[in-house]
């Protein structure tokens, strides 16, 4: 097949416009055009009166190599890559038909996709959880959200789907893909129900109710392949002989002997990071990020951001991106931006306060909420690879303070925050965080650097989007869970530096970043579990 890049048409152009500005791209007949599939849809909201849709398409024609010839110089005419998905192994060429079954543990988008790419490959995974099936998880998570009610082991953290269920179902990523993993992750996303139209749009997205079904129906298809699901099995230790894995205890249950184990861990998953380090698994302090999360009006940004398309239902609730450098060194940006969503508690501990953001996949909320954070180093808290997690239990322990300690999250009015003066009353935007939002002045709920720089890079992102720093949007705090505090390292064979037989994996173990690179990250290691079989 061919791929041409770069065409762009009108937003509302007539559904045959696509195939005609093929037809006049390639200066071709209809009758040679055979089959046109988009592979990619965005658009391009530079200049607002010109909004364009521009599209990266795959096509079959007659005379394909004529035609590739006849192109030759042109950047944006070239052979299609195949994008399909090859599995490595089959558990057939194991060479031991008696061999141990792999052990995952976590059942979030890493460890899904690691077990259903072992399940694929006929090496029937058993999957362990902590947490609940997503819709018993669902209702805990809403007991905390309603009744101010924390169950530490299903939650917004803990459980099937694990963090993203509750989230904006982002499917788009930054990682380098070259074999296309991110391409399996989406279609194996549709053939469970997700909308097709992820296939193509330029940021995917799933939502939260939809991504319920989705997980259910990828879970059963591990287990029809013959894989395990054990819900509600907390991994409380790791029995290591010889610098070598051979099996995993289990609270409440016996112990699980295993040669093959992926570490599929959430970024939230301290006490098995805790367990870890005390077992001796080498693993190391790393970036991320601390802040707040920022409340406005979605009407404001779809204005600021698309200009006279705002609410084009083909485009739909606008997003976006922002970095700023502050004057103190700290870098700022926009994290996990949700159009027309809302701001969620995510706490997974007693007595502390953590926020994050979700959507719909309607993207309707009236409130565009964003992560604004600053990137922190080991430097910021030194001690050892866990340090980090201390770092963020203080600063989630002042924030339930800070809220009356009920789970209520501390809140500012922006103008406020700018002024240094606590806020008393809400204006024209409503928060929409439940439990609900105590008024308070935030400038004690993260460390002064932090504090300093938000104060700096707001007002310079209101020259990006007018409207930024309106008086009465609102912070909610805190953001701290960002990514993982810590990277169990790993090596070129995916494998623990000193543990043989043990994959950390992930978020959690520092080697991913959201749902997709997560997703991507699991049929990695699901590879190289499945190679090291076939070596023995």
Not at 499 to 511: D, F, N
Request: a neutral charge.
């Amino acid at each position: 097949m061919i791929r041409i890049t770069e065409l762009r048409l009108p937003i509302s152009h007539a559904p045959e416009a696509l195939e005609e500005a093929i037809l006049k791209r390639l200066n071709i007949q209809a009758q040679d055009l055979i089959q046109v599939d988009v592979f990619k849809r965005s658009y391009d909201a530079r200049k607002n009166v010109a909004l364009a849709f521009i599209y990266t398409v795959d096509l079959s024609v007659k005379d394909e190599e004529k035609l590739l010839k006849q192109f030759a110089n042109d950047i944006h005419i070239r052979l299609s890559p195949d994008t399909s998905y090859h599995f490595v192994a089959n558990a057939s060429q194991v060479k031991s038909a008696s061999f141990e079954r792999p052990v995952v543990i976590g059942f979030g988008p890493c460890g899904i996709f690691a077990a259903l790419v072992l399940a694929q490959m006929g090496f029937r995974p058993i999957v362990l959880e902590r947490g609940k099936p997503v819709r018993e998880r669902t209702q805990d998570t809403w007991g905390l959200w309603r009744k101010n009610i924390l169950n530490p082991e299903s939650n917004v953290q803990f459980g099937e789907g694990g963090a993203g269920t509750f989230s904006d179902g982002k499917l788009w990523s930054q990682i380098k893909d070259p074999k296309f993993y991110g391409r399996k992750v989406i279609a194996e996303f549709i053939k469970a129900g997700a909308p097709e139209e992820i296939r193509y749009v330029a940021k995917p997205h799933i939502g939260t109710f939809r991504l319920v079904g989705v997980v259910e129906r990828m879970r059963q298809e591990i287990i029809e392949l013959g894989g395990e699901i054990r819900f509600s099995q907390k991994v409380v230790g790791f029995d290591i002989q010889n610098d070598r894995i051979t099996g995993v205890k289990i609270e409440g249950h016996a112990d699980l002997p295993a040669s093959h184990v992926v570490l599929a861990l959430g970024h939230s998953a301290r006490d098995t990071f805790e367990t870890l380090h005390a077992a001796g698994v080498y693993m190391e302090a790393k970036p991320f990020s601390v802040g707040f999360r920022i409340e406005h009006p979605q009407s404001l940004i779809d204005k600021a951001r698309l200009g006279p398309h705002a609410g084009n239902e083909l485009i739909g609730a606008a997003d976006y991106k922002l970095v700023h450098h502050a004057k103190n060194g700290r870098a700022v940006y926009s994290f996990c931006m949700c159009p027309g969503g809302t701001v969620v508690a995510a706490t997974s501990e007693p007595n502390r306060v953590v926020t994050n953001g979700m959507s719909q996949y309607s993207r309707n909320e009236r409130n565009a909420n964003a992560g604004i954070v600053v990137g922190i180093t080991p430097e910021d808290y030194p001690g050892g690879p866990l340090a980090g997690i201390e770092f963020q239990r203080a600063l989630e322990s002042k924030a339930y303070e800070l809220g009356g300690s009920t789970y209520e999250a501390p809140g500012q009015l922006v103008g406020d925050f700018l002024a240094g003066k606590a806020s008393t009353d809400f204006g024209s935007v409503m928060p929409s965080y439940k439990p609900g939002v105590y008024l308070t002045d935030l400038a004690d709920a993260l460390p002064a650097y932090a504090i300093e720089a938000i104060r700096e890079a707001i007002p310079a992102f209101e020259k990006q989007i007018k409207g930024f720093s309106m008086k009465d949007a609102v912070l909610t705090g805190i953001e701290t869970r960002t990514s993982s505090p810590l990277r169990i390292t790993r090596g070129a064979n995916f494998q623990s530096l000193n543990v043989k037989g043990l994959y950390p994996a992930g978020e959690g173990a520092g080697y991913a970043g959201g749902i997709l690179s997560a997703g991507v990250d699991g049929i990695k290691v699901a590879e190289a579990v499945a190679l090291d079989y076939l070596s023995k």
